[in-house]
């Protein structure tokens, strides 16, 4: 569930992980690049989750690809961050409802595809992920994406007869010699999912308050992740 417009509010040289030396990668590795309350996110964890994420969200006709390591200090490094701190706190805000993980065939599935990831290149084995690494983090991912799905159901409503026209009326410019009955199921569609957006974003920014959620390379790469 990934993919949007970013701004980056670092400006600091960085070099390309796949370009340094392996022993380099390693100093790298545990830099603190976020925090969920008291628990930090190191570097090395959003690595990981980039490299679930890339996964689930691959194209079918992009299979073959590879997933690169992220350069440090990049904007790609603090949206994929952003992205990370959100798995963390769907993930608890799920444990604490007892949310139990419903595609458990395809943690195996991204197990085997993460497993070959890895072995094709000396970035990612670099960080010496073990088989729990990525249970854990594939889990993670999984029940951050079923969690929110089920949240975002609880989001839909409808608009009635009464409330379609009132819109439809204070947005005359809009439907410029179109009938209501033609203009009826656009409006209402539009101001659901507007309505949607909306309560998704309050959410969000509740989560990030309780969470006391950090994003050290960048803050405002929370903010847009909450546009996605």
């Known amino acids: ?19 340094l030396p392996v022993t380099n990668l390693a100093r790298t590795l545990n830099q603190s690049v976020g925090r969920v309350g008291s628990a930090v996110v190191t570097s090395r964890e959003v690595q990981l989750c980039h490299l679930v994420t890339s996964i689930l969200n691959r194209d079918v006709a992009k299979e073959n690809s590879r997933i690169e390591v992220l350069p440090e200090g990049s904007s790609q490094m603090a949206e994929a961050t952003s992205d990370c701190l959100v798995d963390r706190i769907l993930e608890i805000e799920a444990g604490a409802l007892s949310y139990s993980m419903q595609g458990g065939k395809d943690l195996l599935v991204v197990l085997d595809l993460a497993k070959s990831e890895i072995s094709k290149s000396a970035a990612w084995g670099a960080f010496a992920l073990t088989e729990n690494d990525l249970k854990n983090t594939i889990r993670q991912k999984i029940v951050a994406n079923e969690f929110l799905e089920s949240k975002m159901r609880s989001f ?27 203009a009826a199921e656009s409006i209402r569609q539009k101001v659901l999912a507007e309505s949607k957006e909306r309560k998704l974003a309050e959410w969000f920014a509740l989560l990030h308050s309780k969470h006391k959620v950090r994003n050290f390379l960048s803050d405002q790469e929370w903010k847009k992740s909450l546009k996605k």
């Open 156 to 182: 839909t409503g409808d608009l009635s007869d009464r409330e379609m026209r009132a819109y439809f009326e204070s947005h005359r410019a809009e439907y410029a010699n179109v009938e209501f009955s033609e």
């Open 1 to 19: 569930m990934v993919q949007e417009r970013r701004l980056l509010f670092i400006s600091t040289i960085f070099f390309l992980l796949n370009l």
